[in-house]
């Protein structure tokens, strides 16, 4: 990034209070207040930041759910799939299809990498992608919503698969319709909005395997995912999860919480494990999905084994679970759009912050748009 020189104000305009010192004076008014008047609260929330921000800690470095590590092996074997033709093979195929919607086919690239490993690995690999084959700004922006309509990390897939085939329902159309099918549909609807695209020829991109060694692929491509995890991934999600802390302890996020209680159900998806997959991962959605429907060892019965059991609810509830399939198999939760994409796109395309975060967002809405019409279609023939 370019650094600017410092502007050089004159002595009378270096006088003059700016707006942000304003604001800087009344913060300070407001910290001393809390001091003296509402210590306990102040020191409360912070504490509920630090304790927020560190489950992200456990889940990286020192749980039991091994996050860190899958990250490192997902870029690993991305780098690997890179060198062995993987992402030249990707755009012969997805060429035509790219070209009959006057797209750069470089846009899905980190879709397939994020279906077969992890979101983080996938904007690590793709980014420089993006750029390698000339994407528009507009294509760039396209290839970070449609990322955010991709699983997240392959378990998603095998525990949702789990979850959909305990429900008594065949697994293949709604991985077909869910997964695979918005490869092409979103960079098809995203383009009526951002329309400064172009179809690559195959002539006019570069071949994207590189060169590296065997020992230095493996060695080099570990290093790049223990500095992702430790260096863009931590620092990212520590930061969400403070501010859903702070939003936590005052109250506001029970609201949140609230209203997708309310929505989710109305527009086909299990609340329980919508929620889950917007404020904390898909892949635990699907585990407690998978669970909801079998008796656990200690002989619990899962929440919707009794729906499942009534043929007055049983296709309801099939509808419900495969809307929670769609949204589970996304780039949600909130820290990866907020947080983790910009962290690891940044400074790799020529988007700003911003743009990459509002692209981010854009596609994970259209995520629930998608998972609420594909519930509908499916409730159709339960």
């Known amino acids: 990034m370019e650094n600017k020189a410092p502007v050089v104000e004159s002595a009378a305009d270096r006088k003059k209070w700016q707006p942000i010192e304003y604001v800087g004076l009344v913060l300070f008014i407001a910290f001393l207040a809390c001091l003296f008047f509402a210590h306990e609260q102040f020191s409360g929330a912070f504490s509920a930041m630090f304790a927020k921000a560190y489950?992200?800690?456990?889940?990286?470095?020192?749980?039991?759910?091994?996050?860190?590590?899958?990250?490192?092996?997902?870029?690993?074997?991305?780098?690997?799939?890179?060198?062995?033709?993987?992402?030249?093979?990707?755009?012969?195929?997805?060429?035509?299809?790219?070209?009959?919607?006057?797209?750069?086919?470089?846009v899905v690239v980190g879709v397939?990498?994020?279906i077969l490993g992890d979101v983080n690995a996938a904007g690590r690999i793709a980014g420089p992608v993006v750029m390698k084959a000339g994407c528009t700004k507009d294509?760039?922006?396209?290839?970070?919503?449609?990322?955010?309509?991709?699983?997240?990390?392959?378990?998603?897939?095998?525990?949702?698969?789990?979850?959909l085939s305990g429900a008594g329902i065949n697994p293949i159309g709604p991985m077909i319709i869910g997964i695979l099918l918005p490869i092409i549909l979103v960079p098809a609807f995203l383009k009526l909005f951002w329309r400064n695209t172009k179809a690559a020829e195959i002539k006019d991109l570069p071949r994207f395997t590189?060169?590296?060694?065997?020992?230095d692929l493996i060695f080099g491509s570990a290093r790049e995912g223990v500095n992702t995890v430790l260096l863009?991934?931590?620092?990212?999600?520590?930061?969400?999860?403070?501010?859903?802390?702070?939003?936590?302890?005052f109250g506001i996020w029970q609201y949140v919480n609230k209203f997708f209680e309310w929505l989710f159900p109305i527009i086909g998806i299990e609340h329980t494990t919508g929620l889950q997959t917007i404020?904390?991962?898909?892949?635990?959605?699907?585990?407690?999905?998978?669970?909801?429907?079998?008796?656990?060892?200690?002989?619990?019965?899962?929440f919707l084994m009794d729906a499942l059991a009534n043929p007055a609810t049983v296709a309801a509830t099939k509808k419900l679970i495969v809307?929670?399939?769609?949204?589970?198999?996304?780039?949600?939760?909130?820290?990866?759009?907020?947080?983790?994409?910009?962290?690891?796109?940044?400074?790799?395309?020529?988007?700003?912050?911003?743009?990459?975060?509002?692209?981010?967002?854009i596609g994970c809405f259209i995520r629930i748009l998608y998972a609420a019409l594909v519930a509908q279609l499916f409730g159709l023939f339960f």
Not at 210 to 215: A, D, E, F, Y
Not at 339 to 348: D, F, I, K, R, T
Request: net charge positive.
């Open 323 to 361: 809307g929670s399939f769609v949204l589970g198999n996304s780039s949600w939760p909130v820290q990866v759009p907020l947080g983790q994409v910009p962290a690891v796109w940044g400074g790799v395309i020529d988007l700003k912050n911003g743009e990459i975060i509002l692209s981010a967002v």
């Open 139 to 163: 294509e760039q922006k396209i290839a970070i919503a449609t990322l955010m309509n991709a699983p997240a990390s392959f378990s998603i897939i095998v525990l949702g698969v789990i979850a």
């Open 279 to 302: 404020t904390v991962a898909g892949t635990l959605a699907m585990k407690t999905l998978s669970g909801a429907n079998a008796v656990a060892a200690d002989g619990t019965r899962g």
């Open 112 to 114: 397939i990498y994020n």
């Open 55 to 106: 489950k992200m800690f456990e889940f990286y470095l020192f749980g039991t759910s091994m996050l860190g590590a899958t990250i490192v092996v997902s870029i690993m074997t991305g780098r690997i799939l890179e060198r062995l033709g993987f992402t030249d093979a990707l755009m012969r195929i997805f060429l035509p299809v790219m070209k009959f919607i006057n797209v750069n086919a470089a």
């Open 210 to 215: 590189p060169k590296t060694g065997v020992m």
């Open 232 to 249: 863009i991934i931590l620092p990212a999600g520590c930061a969400v999860y403070a501010i859903i802390a702070l939003l936590e302890y």
